[in-house]
């Protein structure tokens, strides 16, 4: 039975009696990052915002392992890269798309083990306009991301994202 005061209900390994404290990791525990890939995957943020700008559907396809895939809100999965590559170079050559800025920040960043990882990230649309040239308002949402190790670098297995609701005009 562990042994507990009035002032704290807390009980750590040292509180039960004849327990073992299990000894500290001597190395890397288990899903931790490895030293520089926290840092190559926030590198996919701006490096993605790039490929979008410069609308090379390419480069932005290769951020996607081949069977990676992109889930959007309404159920539609975009199933490989090269479903990605293709979609997205049908999207650049839409007028209304040519001057978009699509921003990707990287936020939480998790090694699940030493070869995925798991990233929250924040995204946003801006510069998309209607038939007629008017600019549309900014769509923005997070995502989630997860990614496997390829090389020195990373893909991206999956890409989960959601919407975040229009605001009504006031």
């Known amino acids: 039975r562990p042994r507990t005061t009035s002032a704290s209900t807390h009980l750590s390994?040292?509180?039960?009696?004849?327990?073992?404290?299990?000894p500290r990791y001597r190395c890397r525990p288990p899903g931790e990052c490895l030293q520089g890939d926290e840092r190559i995957i926030?590198?996919?943020?701006?490096?993605?915002?790039?490929?979008?700008?410069?609308?090379?559907?390419?480069?932005?396809?290769?951020?996607?392992?081949d069977s990676g895939d992109m889930a959007h809100p309404d159920g539609l999965v975009e199933t490989t890269a090269q479903v990605i590559r293709e979609n997205r170079a049908y999207l650049?050559?839409?007028?209304?798309?040519?001057?978009?800025?699509?921003?990707?920040?990287?936020?939480?960043?998790?090694c699940i083990t030493s070869d995925?990882?798991?990233a929250d990230a924040k995204w946003e649309l801006r510069g998309v306009t209607d038939g007629r040239g008017n600019l549309t308002p900014p769509a923005e949402g997070l995502c989630t991301l997860v990614l496997r190790r390829a090389g020195s670098g990373w893909v991206i297995?999956?890409?989960?994202?959601n919407m975040k609701p229009a605001t009504a005009a006031t």
Request: charged fraction near 25%; glycine fraction near 6%.
């Open 13 to 22: 390994p040292e509180t039960w009696r004849g327990s073992r404290v299990l």
């Open 42 to 65: 926030r590198q996919l943020g701006p490096k993605f915002y790039l490929a979008w700008q410069d609308q090379d559907a390419r480069r932005l396809a290769s951020f996607w392992a």
């Open 92 to 110: 650049f050559q839409q007028r209304e798309f040519r001057g978009s800025k699509h921003f990707l920040t990287i936020g939480q960043v998790r």
């Open 116 to 118: 995925v990882a798991i």
């Open 157 to 161: 297995e999956a890409w989960r994202y």
